[in-house]
């Protein structure tokens, strides 16, 4: 196996892995574009930017807490089994 093959193989099996990923940011660039769409008929396209930030602020705030909680959890989990 040359280096190329190798390289495009790791590439194959990271975006494999990564799919749910991959679809959910999809989805999100998608709502974010819809929602432009939609605020525009309606005129209300000058609070796009406002919405747009606040949804991707609060967003952002609820992953970390999100993470945080989690990676606790998982450090209570393996205290109790007595892994370090």
């Known amino acids: 196996m040359n280096k190329i093959t190798w390289i495009a ?5 990271d975006i494999y892995n990564a799919r749910f990923w991959i679809l959910k940011i999809m989805a999100i660039i998608f ?12 005129d209300l ?12 602020g609060i967003g952002s705030v609820y992953h970390w807490y999100s993470s945080a909680y989690n990676r606790e959890q998982k450090e209570i989990v393996n205290k109790l089994r007595g892994k370090k």
């Not at 193989?9 to 099996?13: A, F, G, L, P, S």
């Not at 709502?31 to 309606?42: P, S, T």
């Open 9 to 13: 193989n790791e590439i194959v099996r």
């Open 31 to 42: 709502a974010v574009i819809l929602i432009g769409i939609v605020m525009k008929d309606l």
């Open 45 to 56: 396209f000058n609070y796009y930017l406002p919405v747009v930030l606040t949804t991707y």
